[in-house]
């Protein structure tokens, strides 16, 4: 037997009376700033990871006889370049 059909309660969005509809240049306006700020987390992000990877870097720099002399070596001017690389990014997103 198949289950009997019941009213539900209607969940659609309604405009309440007297509210303003957001315009299409406010829509854009509004979309661009989040757009913006999404981008400056996903830098952030980025710069979180190359802050964990040049500590890593580190450690395998510093790591001595273990680590193949080669690999010590790219891990080291891994670092040296990783730092400068995150104060740059730092230092553009503070511009905008």
Known sequence: MSP???VVADND???VAGAKTETVAER???LQSEAKQLAKDHVKTLTGAMVDLE???AE???G????APGVRDVA?????DLDSRVQTLEAIVART
């Not at 001595?64 to 680590?67: M, R």
């Not at 080291?76 to 040296?80: A, D, F, I």
């Open 4 to 6: 009997s059909l019941s």
């Open 13 to 15: 969005l309604k405009v």
């Open 28 to 30: 854009v306006r509004r």
């Open 55 to 57: 500590q890593l870097a």
């Open 60 to 62: 395998i720099a510093d």
């Open 64 to 67: 001595g006889d273990a680590y």
């Open 76 to 80: 080291r001017r891994l670092v040296e």
